[in-house]
T-cell receptor, first 115, second 110 residues
Framework: DAMVIQNPRYQVTQFGKPVTLSCSQT?????MYWYQQKSSQAPKLLFH???????NEADTPDNFQSRRPNTSFCFLDIRSPGLGDAAMYLC??????????????FGSGTQLSVL | TQLLEQSPQFLSIQEGENLTVYCNSS?????LQWYRQEPGEGPVLLVT?????EVKKLKRLTFQFGDARKDSSLHITAAQPGDTGLYLC??????????FGKGTMLLVSP
């Protein structure tokens, strides 16, 4: 009964070749997030959607874009992947904006390799 | 920027041992959450602590929020191999996005 589903689990792309990662949720949550997690590092928030309202973190590179065509789906587009973009990409949802009682539901992640 | 420091970064113990991991900050948080992340998977929420001094228990896991709401600890009693994973703490200062620590990687050997 997966609630936040990420596809694919593993993605290999070439340097500079655009790649799209997908996330879907069955929780009907308002908020969807994309995190980047490199080995031995904290998950780093790239951006999030509150419904259709897009919120970009100040230090997220322009190379990263996102789309949320409907409540259930959210996509992460990397326009020109570099070697430094190899990481685990985690999608998460929450019912409402993060406050004291909100919790995140994470997908299993997509491990991106850049050759 | 609110920062969370977790210690130790890595811990390798034998089954049956007890352990404590720490999450510290110079900032006050409205709440702290603890997640466990198994290799190749996304983090899963274990607990949320909200009140200063609060203690919550989840089977063999005991979580404490510092009185000043700047730090938290996780104590595991009689660790088992199934406890292996990356333990992440994450804090929120209200209606802002969560700040994650780098985590403590725990390895419990049979």
């Amino acid at each position: 009964d997966a609630m936040v589903i990420q596809n694919p689990r593993y993605q290999v792309t070439q340097f500079g070749k655009p790649v799209t990662l997908s996330c879907s949720q069955t929780l009907n949550h308002n908020v969807m997030y994309w995190y980047q997690q490199k080995s031995s590092q904290a998950p780093k928030l790239l951006f999030h959607y509150y419904d259709k309202d897009f919120n970009n973190e100040a230090d997220t590179p322009d190379n990263f874009q996102s789309r949320r065509p409907n409540t259930s789906f959210c996509f992460l587009d990397i326009r020109s992947p570099g070697l430094g973009d190899a990481a685990m990409y985690l999608c998460a949802t929450s019912r409402d904006r993060q406050g004291a009682d909100e919790k995140l539901f994470f997908g299993s992640g997509t491990q991106l390799s850049v050759l | 920027t609110q920062l969370l420091e977790q210690s130790p970064q890595f811990l390798s113990i034998q089954e049956g041992e007890n352990l404590t991991v720490y999450c510290n900050s110079s900032s006050v948080f409205s709440s702290l959450q603890w997640y466990r992340q198994e290799p190749g998977e996304g983090p899963v929420l274990l607990v949320t602590v909200v009140t200063g001094g609060e203690v919550k228990k989840l089977k063999r896991l005991t979580f404490q929020f510092g009185d000043a709401r700047k730090d938290s600890s996780l104590h595991i009693t009689a660790a088992q191999p199934g406890d292996t994973g990356l333990y992440l703490c994450a804090g929120t200062g209200g209606y802002s996005t969560l700040t994650f620590g780098k985590g403590t990687m725990l390895l419990v050997s049979p």
